[in-house]
């Protein structure tokens, strides 16, 4: 398919104009017209690069991208790097940051929900892109071995190992300060990428445990889905590749 086509069909599917971002969402690196191939990713690294032109791939997809807010406009070094790579093979890069935390069937948020046994009942946070529900009764501690066998990394916890958990609230990737919202729903716990010294202050003394499950680790699955959706759709061939990244 032509890539101005795939361009136009993901910035309706995800929504993307509804949303004030910290980087731009859709096309952001723009190589050949023609796309038969698309690999996907959690991050643009140059290794996530290298292995999408091993595979072949005419388009990258990925969650987090490039020209973030209050980054240096230089094209030096590891940026260099990164976009003569791109460039020199004629690689596109498409990237999709808050469109692809909200969306309500391919999104991060509910694509965890899915892996990890959440009921989603409603969306609250910075543009609606966190999300809250209900979980089959556990503890904080069976909660936590849930979270370890299904991300395959153990989770660090704030919070008693007994507590029974029936309420949750949850936001992939750096959204540990969405706890106090979290707080004030008056849920059991709340579960995200990463978590911030205050964080656990916070936790330990609302008594609503906190589960930082790793930022990578929970925003694998929607640029996944999203790759997959396409190749559904469209009759693409996708490809998923996850590099290991403890954070």
Not at 49 to 66: K, P, Q, T
Request: with cysteine.
């Amino acid at each position: 398919m032509q890539r101005q086509e795939l361009g136009d069909y993901i910035e309706q599917l995800l929504d993307v104009g509804r949303f004030r971002d910290y980087c731009p969402n859709g096309l952001q690196v723009e190589g050949r017209a023609e796309i038969r191939k698309i690999v996907a990713g959690v991050s643009a690294s140059l290794d996530l690069i290298e292995a999408a032109l091993d595979e072949g791939a005419d388009a990258l997809l990925v969650h987090h991208g490039y020209f973030w807010k209050n980054e240096a406009p230089q094209v030096t070094g590891v940026k260099r790097k990164r976009l003569s790579l791109l460039l020199r093979h004629d690689l596109n890069l498409f990237a999709y940051h808050l469109p692809l935390d909200a969306h309500p069937q391919l999104g991060n948020n509910a694509q965890l929900a899915a892996r990890l046994g959440f009921a989603l009942q409603g969306w609250f946070g910075e543009q609606n892109i966190a999300a809250h529900g209900t979980v089959p009764s556990l503890t904080v501690g069976e909660l936590a071995r849930r979270v370890h066998d299904v991300l395959g990394r153990a989770p660090l916890v704030i919070g008693d190992p007994q507590q029974p958990v029936r309420t949750i609230a949850w936001c992939s990737g750096g959204a540990q300060d969405y706890l106090s919202q979290a707080v004030a729903m008056g849920v059991d716990a709340y579960l995200s990428g990463e978590i911030s010294e205050h964080t656990v202050h916070l936790a330990r003394e609302s008594g609503v445990a906190y589960l930082g499950a790793g930022h990578h680790a929970t925003e694998r699955y929607g640029v996944q889905a999203l790759g997959e959706h396409l190749a559904g759709r469209f009759g693409l061939e996708h490809r998923f590749i996850d590099l290991d990244n403890p954070v």
